[in-house]
C-alpha cells in the first residue's frame, strides 16, 4: 500500500466546477476516490484501472464526474462539473482493494469540497 495525498478542494458555488487530485509515493494499480459527507458513512465515488481502460461511477455522479490518471506523474484526478450542494464532503483518495469499489484501506487525508448553493 502506498499513501495518497489528495489536493484541490476548495469552496465552490452550485453548477461551478473542481479538479481534485490524488499523487501517490509509489505505484498503484486501481484507484478511487471516496467522499465523507458530515454525519453520513464514507461513499464511493469513482474508479479507474491502472492503464484506464475501465472506469466506474456512482449513480449520484455518472455523467458529471470523470476519474483519469497520469501514471507518468503517479496522479489519479477527478474532474467535478456541475456540482450541487450534495456533493459537499470531504473526499478521499485510495487503492481499490475489491473492484470497483470497495477500497484496501490506503486513505490518504481527505480534501475538502463544499458547494454552495
Known amino acids: 500500500q502506498v499513501q495518497p495525498v489528495e489536493s484541490g478542494g476548495g469552496l465552490v458555488q452550485a453548477g461551478g466546477s473542481l479538479r481534485l487530485s490524488c499523487t501517490t509515493s509509489?505505484?498503484?494499480?486501481?484507484m478511487g476516490w471516496f467522499r465523507q459527507a458530515p454525519g453520513k458513512e464514507r461513499e464511493f465515488v469513482a474508479s479507474?484501472?491502472?492503464?484506464?481502460?475501465?472506469?466506474h461511477y456512482a449513480d449520484s455522479v455518472r455523467g458529471r464526474f470523470t476519474i483519469s490518471r497520469d501514471n507518468a506523474k503517479r496522479t489519479v484526478y477527478l474532474q467535478m462539473n456541475s456540482l450541487i450542494p450534495e456533493d459537499t464532503a470531504v473526499y478521499y483518495c485510495?487503492?481499490?482493494?475489491?473492484?470497483?469499489?470497495?477500497?484496501?484501506?490506503?486513505w490518504g487525508q481527505g480534501t475538502q469540497v463544499t458547494v454552495s448553493s
Open positions: 485510495a487503492g481499490i482493494g475489491d473492484w470497483p469499489t470497495k477500497a484496501d484501506g490506503s
Open positions: 509509489g505505484r498503484t494499480d486501481a
Open positions: 479507474i484501472t491502472y492503464h484506464g481502460i475501465s472506469t
